[in-house]
């Protein structure tokens, strides 16, 4: 089965809206040298206040099917009295495919709880976009031994009935939090394990070829040194970058190196 890699950079809260299109404008001079064949999917998460300037550049230069945006959160309510939040039809709106959910900093400093990671994916998913749905073990959870039941727990509450072909058009980040801004990647073989530990508990929530179509990227100080070895293993199809993608020789770096083992 053959997935094609993602590759996606999220800004977390950082760049302004200069500094978001100077970036933006680096990532796609470089895609622009290929085709969307030979290219992974190259995806951006922008601040929401960058993600028009970066939606702008996007529509001029004819790259729509080179580069893709994401939001790095969203609300599952379609709208109302939910001060300081953003829906998924708004990020839909403002041209983003895919939204990030779950991601670790926000279960740990916003509260996010596997029910609203749940919400969020079906709200996401019933508006056409593509969730990035985050899981990941603490420091003290890996030493404990749990990591594996943990994710599981993440995966299953987080695709608690989501179809088939939902779950099928879905991608899940395993971002070991230890590994996340540290410098500590997960070695590359562990990092294919679990990952292969979540494609088997997809296959036994919902059917093979769920698990066979979902894409599982890896994230955790990914960079261009660590990507290729990542993307040889079999079952890791991309990663989510943090701090590597904040930089356009990093990032651009990262898709090259991707597309000498993988696409
Ligand atoms: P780093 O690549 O900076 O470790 O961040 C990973 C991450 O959290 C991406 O979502």
């Given at each position: 089965m053959s997935r094609k890699p993602i590759i996606a950079g999220n800004w977390k809260m950082n760049l302004l809206q200069s500094e978001a299109k100077e970036l933006f404008s680096g990532i796609k001079d470089f895609v622009k040298q290929y085709s969307a064949e030979q290219l992974p999917i190259v995806v951006v998460a922008p601040t929401f206040t960058s993600i028009a300037a970066v939606e702008s550049q996007r529509c001029d230069c004819g790259c729509r099917n080179l580069l893709f945006t994401a939001g790095q959160n969203c609300y599952f309510e379609k709208n109302g009295a939910y001060t300081g939040e953003i829906s998924v039809e708004m990020l839909k709106d403002a041209g983003c495919e895919y939204i990030i959910i779950g991601h670790s900093e926000r279960r740990q400093y916003f509260s996010e709880t596997d029910e609203m990671i749940n919400k969020k994916a079906k709200a996401i998913l019933s508006n056409g976009l593509i969730p990035i749905i985050c899981c990941g073990e603490t420091l003290e959870q890996r030493e404990a031994g749990v990591t594996d039941t943990h994710i599981a727990g993440q995966i299953k509450a987080a695709l608690e009935s989501l179809t088939e072909e939902e779950i099928s058009k879905s991608a899940i980040a395993y971002e070991p939090i230890w590994a996340i801004g540290t410098g500590?990647?997960?070695d590359s073989d562990e990092a294919n394990r679990v990952i292969a530990m979540i494609r088997n508990v997809v296959k036994e929530i919902s059917s093979t070829s769920a698990g066979d179509a979902v894409r599982i990227l890896y994230g955790g100080s990914v960079n261009p040194s660590t990507i290729e070895e990542q993307m040889s293993k079999?079952?890791?199809?991309?990663a989510l970058v943090g701090g590597a993608s904040l930089k356009v020789d990093s990032f651009t770096s990262i898709i090259a190196n991707t597309m000498k083992v993988a696409v």
């Open positions: 500590k990647t997960c079999s079952d890791i199809d991309g």
